[in-house]
């Protein structure tokens, strides 16, 4: 067995460190060389997104394909599955990949996102801020991520520098939600249509980059309930293999908006790694070459992950890294590196995971711990 993996960052990276605990090999698809995945994958390929020849050579060399970001271009992923099943299956990643088709398809099948409107022009963004209202929110339509490609409008006044500093591309405007906190839900999903899903997870970010997340949510059951059937009516309806992600906002008065969908293993599910009896990387193995979805329960009653990214890096340890025994010493908390050389601000880097009893002391604890890598760099 031989699974093709779309993208090779520390997402590829954690889906090939577990499948070969299983004996099972991965080939990694990208523009790149000596990637974070292509580090320990037994085959890495490097080729541009858009070489539809190099797509097809590498479909026919193992059995199930997935990605590992939803950038991949579509015209790529439906060539590759022409020639080897592609799970989740191209018609998310369509979805996902762009934010209207994405916020447009939730709201079709009956679940609430904010208010938004199609931007294509500067007449179009001032036409959305007369209906929508400020404050509200500037994103392009493709490939932003964590903050990326988005920009906070206060003023109407504002529109032109906005739609400047985004580029001038198709994009979205959505109305501004007051939340109480950010949550997501990752679900799982094989090809005998059996489910499962994790969470809620709650996320804090800072400078739209997410920086810790955390078991228990501190949510109700009813908006656990609905989040999670959110998820799984996205993957039945789209007959989904595989896994997907879903951010939601929950609202000051009590309501649940979903903001994004990711047709992939995600950042706030790194927790599950220590957290969890299956974690989010087995289970997106498993269900695409045809195991049953593994149990997603939860090995202690609480778990968190913290990112490292490169503003955490000690400036004096740029080429060997932090002082790693200085900074865990408690044995409990887990290191996951990412294999880059460079350590940028805003580039992630790694994170750290820790299991407990008091979800309040395992947030603390690694926020300690975090801190100590600049000051023992």
């Excluded at 994103?139 to 903050?147: P, V």
């Excluded at 501190?218 to 789209?238: C, H, Q």
């Excluded at 913290?306 to 503003?311: E, F, K, Q, S, T």
């Amino acid at each position: 067995m031989k699974i093709g993996i779309l993208g090779s960052g520390q997402l590829g990276r954690m889906l090939a460190q577990v499948a070969r605990q299983h004996d099972i090999q991965t080939v990694v698809f990208s523009p790149g060389t000596n990637t974070p995945a292509g580090q320990v994958a037994d085959v890495e390929v490097s080729a541009a997104y858009d070489d539809l020849e190099a797509i097809r050579d590498f479909a026919k060399q193992v059995d199930v394909i997935t990605y590992e970001f939803e950038n991949v271009p579509l015209m790529s992923a439906m060539v590759a599955d022409e020639v080897t099943p592609v799970h989740p299956n191209p018609r998310i990643l369509a979805i996902a990949r762009n934010r209207i088709r994405e916020k447009s398809y939730m709201q079709d099948i009956g679940i609430p996102v904010a208010p938004f409107h199609p931007v294509n022009s500067l007449q179009d963004l001032e036409l959305g801020l007369n209906n929508l209202g400020v404050p509200a929110v500037l994103k392009t339509a493709e490939e932003g991520y964590d903050g990326k490609g988005q920009v906070k409008i206060t003023d109407r006044a504002e529109a032109k520098h906005a739609w400047q500093t985004i580029g001038q591309k198709p994009s979205v405007l959505e109305g501004w939600i007051e939340f109480e906190r950010e949550i997501s839900v990752l679900g799982a999903r094989d090809q005998q249509g059996g489910f499962t899903s994790y969470g809620p997870i709650e996320n804090d970010h800072a400078n739209h980059i997410l920086d810790v997340s955390l078991i228990p949510a501190g949510v109700n059951s009813d908006i656990a309930d609905k989040a999670i059937l959110s998820v799984k009516t996205v993957m039945e309806k789209l007959n989904l293999v595989g896994l997907i992600c879903i951010e939601f906002f929950v609202t000051t008065d009590g309501r649940l908006i979903a903001n994004e969908i990711a047709p992939r293993p995600h950042n706030s599910g790194h927790l599950t790694i220590e957290g969890h009896v299956t974690s989010q990387f087995e289970q997106q193995m498993r269900t695409i070459i045809g195991w049953p979805v593994g149990d997603a329960t939860p090995i202690q009653p609480a778990c968190g992950m913290a990112n490292l990214l490169g503003d955490s890096w000690p400036l004096e340890a740029e080429t060997q890294g932090p002082n790693w025994r200085d900074v865990l010493n408690d044995g409990s908390v887990k290191l996951h590196l990412y294999g880059k050389s460079e350590a940028r601000p805003g580039r992630k880097m790694g994170h750290l995971t820790l299991v407990g009893n008091d979800k309040i002391a395992v947030q603390e604890k690694l926020l300690a711990t975090r801190k100590r890598i600049k000051a023992d760099g």
